[in-house]
């Protein structure tokens, strides 16, 4: 099972939205089973179905819900396009204000477009901890091929979508594979070069300064094999200072979840994506719902450490947010919050004997 996707307009929307939005963070709901798998189902352009949805803001005391959707001027069934240049037109009138706002559109089919809107509060924020660079440098890797075939494989995938031909990732044994043949070309070429990289990649997720190149090596651990190795030494990328690394680090882990062994460091887990749950974007709390409710269905044993870490930003969630990608997961922890049991009791320790010791 994978994480749902992120999910990319064709490129004609594409170019109205770059002005806003981070694209990467158009994210589908996940299939039957739960979680479901990647799949890019690109709509043709002309005559998207995807229409306006409703807004969800999170963050400002200085604005109100009521207020942001009279800025941003949509009604119920505004097209895609209409929807991107309101956003565009809205985020100028906010950064008039000196509000300067983290804006998503994210699409849920079969038809949803939903406007997010995160806004820093210095009032009411008390900010996160992220984790600093292990040895801030550029760090060198023996080739730069993979990176290479890696653009290669996003170009291939990005025609894919936008002529509108499904694809869906699966994972064979912890690596990456497509159901397109010509992507599955490209990724056997990644995998002869990538299991001798993984220290190099892993000290450029630690280290090195650029947030994008951080990113890219962790994508390119989809092919290393190694998984529990991975991810232990990803942990601390989960509070990674940009949302770009902490997102493709859930999407590496989410699917490898059951490859991890009874003595991984979980309580590591259930609080780094705890953090990541509070964070204001709205790639950050998908993601982060979607690795809790795995890690909550996986290894039960977890559920009541996670309520007690997440249980009141969960809540909220599930009750406020109108984006089923958001309020579908929160709702199923809430459920398994309230059937989770106790932890036993840790027996107590017992008293030393009388006599005992030097005296």
């Known amino acids: 099972m994978l994480l749902p996707a992120d999910r990319k307009c064709p490129t004609s929307y594409r170019r109205c939205l770059s002005v806003a939005l981070a694209l990467a963070a158009l994210l589908i709901i996940p299939g039957p089973a739960g979680f479901g798998s990647r799949a890019n ?29 009279r800025y941003l001027g949509l009604k119920p069934g ?15 009138k906010l950064e008039a204000r000196h509000l300067y706002p983290q804006l998503q559109l994210v699409q849920v089919p079969p038809g949803g477009v ?72 490209i990724v056997e070429d990644i995998v002869k070069q990538v299991p001798d990289m993984v220290q190099e990649l892993l000290s450029v997720v630690a280290s090195d300064p650029d947030p994008n190149r951080r990113r890219r090596a962790v994508e390119l651990l989809h092919w290393a094999g190694s998984t529990p190795n991975v991810c232990l030494a990803l942990v601390p990328a989960i509070d990674d200072a940009d949302s770009g690394v902490r997102a493709a680090v859930a999407r590496y882990m989410f699917p490898r979840f059951e490859m991890l062994p009874d003595d991984f460091p ?25 690795c809790l409710l795995a890690l909550s269905s996986q290894r039960p044993e977890l559920t009541h450490s996670i309520k007690v870490f997440s249980e009141e930003r969960v809540k909220k969630l599930s009750e406020v947010s109108i984006i089923p990608t958001v309020r579908g997961p929160a709702g199923e922890l809430m459920t398994k919050f309230m059937s989770a049991p106790e932890p036993a009791p840790r027996a107590p320790e017992p008293e030393p004997a009388q006599g005992s010791g030097f005296f």
Not at 82 to 90: E, K, N, P, Q, W
Not at 275 to 289: E, F
């Open 78 to 92: 505004a097209s895609l396009e209409s929807t991107a240049r309101a956003v565009d037109s809205l985020k100028r």
């Open 266 to 290: 979980f309580d590591q887990l259930v609080e780094a994506y705890g953090r990541m749950l509070a964070r204001p974007s709205h790639q950050d709390r998908t993601k982060s719902l979607y």
């Open 114 to 185: 939903y406007v997010v809107v995160d806004i820093s509060d210095s009032v009411t924020d008390a900010g996160l901890p992220t984790r600093r660079l292990k040895n801030p440098r550029h760090v060198p890797v023996t080739s730069e091929k993979p990176f290479i075939l890696m653009d290669k494989l996003d170009q291939r995938l990005e025609k894919l979508s936008d002529e509108g031909r499904p694809w869906s990732e699966t994972l064979r044994e912890g690596i990456k594979f497509y159901t397109d043949e010509p992507a599955n070309v």
């Open 41 to 69: 189902q690109a709509e043709a352009a002309p005559g998207s179905p995807y229409r306006y949805a409703g807004i969800e803001f999170y963050g400002s005391s200085q604005l109100s819900n009521t207020e942001l959707s």
